[in-house]
Structures are given as structure tokens and as C-alpha cells.
């Protein structure tokens, strides 16, 4: 089951509404209550590295997320 799924499962059995899913870019902007959750994630197996969680910053960012939530299986270099 891919990691995207997962995640959307997760958050929407605790009340989340998915506004932006996107598997390509490892994203998700959830609402919940009036306030804005952006997600980041890899793939078990990639390595992210300071650009991605960089680009997932700044998508944060525009999407004007409350808070941000970078989620990996493997340590950041």
C-alpha cells in the first residue's frame, strides 16, 4: 500500500480533510478545526535530502500552513 494512502487514512480517521494530496510530490495539506496542516513525506527507500524538505517548506509556505510535518523512514542527512 503506498505511504500516500497510509497517511490519508491516519489523518482522516482523526478528523482531518484532505484539501492537496499529491503522491509526486510527497505532499498533503490537511484542514482540521480552521487550521491548516501541511504534510511532507518520502518513500521507505529514499533518502531525502535538504532540497526536498526545502521545496516542502516552501509549498508550506505559500499554501500558508499553520503548522508543517516532514515524515520519513529514513534520517536526514
Do not use: C, H, W
Not at 503506498?2 to 497517511?7: A, F, G, N
Not at 490537511?30 to 529514499?46: F, I, N, R, W
Amino acid at each position: 500500500m503506498p505511504l500516500l494512502t497510509i497517511l490519508i487514512d491516519i489523518f482522516t480517521s482523526r478528523g482531518y480533510e484532505v484539501m492537496v494530496s499529491s503522491q509526486e510530490n510527497g505532499y498533503l495539506l490537511l484542514k482540521k478545526s480552521g487550521s491548516t496542516l501541511a504534510v511532507g513525506y518520502s518513500e521507505p527507500g529514499q533518502n531525502p535530502t535538504e532540497v526536498d524538505v526545502e521545496k516542502f517548506a516552501t509549498r508550506a509556505s505559500k499554501a500558508e500552513a499553520d503548522s508543517m510535518l516532514f515524515i520519513s523512514p529514513e534520517k536526514l542527512k
